[in-house]
């Protein structure tokens, strides 16, 4: 049996490139998510069309001033949701959108499932793109524009994030990034979970849940997280990840266990999904994960 969905269309790419991630939410669309979850679709408009390839001069930021207001935007359709929310992304900066919703109702973690840190201070970045920075910005770290949207900064506290999966430590060290184990961020890496197991690990991930007593978490699934051998169709690729069936475990026993109030989906770029068996594959995770 499944939860009362809705779907919320932001196809938004200005924390990253014009790359075919824009058309993730009409792929998974496409694909039967909608019509296997039996949920409205309502869309968000983007602004992408304004997109500036060019770094702000204040921020180091690409296109800071229009992120704020595609995030006003955003928020405002989360916060109106009637049934639990899924947000089909764009990039992962769709997050300065949704965690200052959900700080203006209550007090929320954040379960990050990501290959990346997403940890960047924007002077470090070697792109500008808010999407390897998203992580750092909600949780108050980067330019005061993005981190204090209605004056909510931090929109997360460090210690209700959990992040799960992350396989870039070699590049975040090579390229001079913040180091989230050096936080209270609870990481729970691709090797951990490869030493431990699936089980193990979401074992210790309840445990520590358990102990923060907050109104409820937003469940965010960049489908990068995945493996590289099943799922290539992303911008920035490294080897290794987790399977479909592990990605759906992880984030079934999270949505059971717990008061989650929405999930976001982002970076999978269909253009590089030739037959676009990579999106039934991603559909089928998600309709797997919200089963109850």
Known sequence: ???????????????????????????????????????????????????????????????????????????????????????????????????????????????????????????KSTTGEVADMDLAIVTGRGPMLLTNINGLRPYVKDEHVVHLGQRDQEETEKYGSQDIRETAIKCFSLTDIERNGVDQIMTSVQQYIDTLKLDGYWLHFDTDVLSDDINPAVDYR???????????????????????????????????????????????????CLST
């Open 1 to 123: 049996m499944l939860r009362n969905v809705e779907i919320i269309s932001a196809p938004s790419i200005l924390g990253l490139r014009h790359t075919g991630v824009e058309y993730l939410a009409d792929s998974l669309l496409r694909a039967g998510l909608a019509k296997q979850l039996h949920a409205a679709v309502h869309h968000v408009p983007t602004l992408n069309a304004d997109y500036n390839p060019q770094r702000d001069p204040h921020t180091q930021c690409l296109n800071p001033l229009l992120l704020k207001d595609f995030s006003l935007t955003l928020g405002k359709a989360v916060s109106e949701a009637v049934h639990f929310p899924i947000v089909l992304g764009g990039d992962c900066s769709i997050l300065l959108g949704i965690m200052p919703a959900l700080k203006a109702k209550g007090n929320y973690g954040l379960l990050f499932l990501d290959q990346h840190a997403d940890f960047y201070e924007p002077i």
């Open 238 to 288: 490294l080897p290794g990840g987790l399977s479909f069936e592990q990605a759906a475990t992880i984030m079934r026993r999270l949505l059971h266990a717990n008061d989650i109030a929405g999930m976001s989906v982002t970076c999978f770029n269909p253009t590089l999904d030739g037959d676009g068996s990579i999106a039934q594959g991603i559909t089928a995770c998600i309709v797997d």
